[in-house]
């Protein structure tokens, strides 16, 4: 079958750093997706990783090991505006996103 | 600007009667993808399409049905025959990226459907 698990909620204190977790158990893999996704708008791109490793954007990093099958979102500096629903997303066969439920992030000041 | 439209943001409509709802993207993208998504879920797929004139079901294609007659239009009608049809539904697009070999999908802005 095809799962991807993440924590329902996380909070945290502005400027601080934050890590979202996911494991994933998906088929064909080709990589894993990380979007940022505010109420009520469509998501964002943060991330790929296809390959095993840390990848750095900005204040955004993020983390994948296929032998795992797990990858986290690494979120430092936190802004009141990173409020937000995390998605990790595995890519399967035939370009299809298979999505997690999300993780709400809850920054406060 | 380049991107994906969907209109409208919101949409009502009455138990038993079938929506369209339109997914428009200037962006020349092979595939184009729609989604659902409940409140507090992620996201679903419904049906994706990988090139023109050609289709595939999703996970949850029970209710709904789509065609693709041109690269840049991928409308998806919500059919009396979907139980529970209320939700906000994205479309998405997407094209292999030759220099990073990422598959990256582009969503559009949603449509939040309401039926009674």
């Known amino acids: 079958g095809q799962n991807i698990d993440q924590p329902t909620e996380m909070t945290a204190t502005e400027g601080a750093i934050v890590q979202i977790n996911c494991t994933y158990q998906t088929s064909g893999f080709n990589g894993l997706f990380w979007y940022q996704q505010h109420a009520g708008e469509a998501p964002t791109f943060l991330s790929y990783n296809v390959l095993d490793g840390l990848e750095e954007k900005g204040r955004f990093s993020s983390f994948l090991s296929r032998s795992k099958g797990y990858s986290y979102l690494l979120l430092k500096e936190l802004q009141m505006k990173d409020s937000a629903s995390y998605l990790c997303a595995s890519l399967g066969g035939y370009n299809k996103l298979i999505f997690g439920a999300g993780t709400r992030l809850a920054v406060h000041p | 600007d380049g991107g994906i439209t969907q209109s409208p943001k919101y949409l009502f409509r009455k138990e038993g009667q079938n929506v369209t709802l339109s997914c428009e993207q200037n962006l020349n993208h092979d595939a184009m993808y729609w989604y659902r998504q409940d409140p507090g879920q992620g996201l679903r797929l419904i049906y994706y399409s990988q090139i023109v004139n050609d289709f595939q079901k999703g996970d949850i294609a029970e209710g709904y049905s789509v065609s693709r007659e041109k690269k840049e239009s991928f409308p998806l009608t919500v059919t009396s025959a979907q139980k529970n049809p209320t939700a906000f539904y994205l479309c998405?697009?997407?094209?292999?990226?030759?220099?990073?070999?990422?598959?990256?999908?582009?969503f559009g802005p949603g449509t939040r459907l309401t039926v009674t």
């Open positions: 998405a697009s997407s094209n292999r990226e030759r220099t990073s070999g990422s598959y990256e999908q582009y």
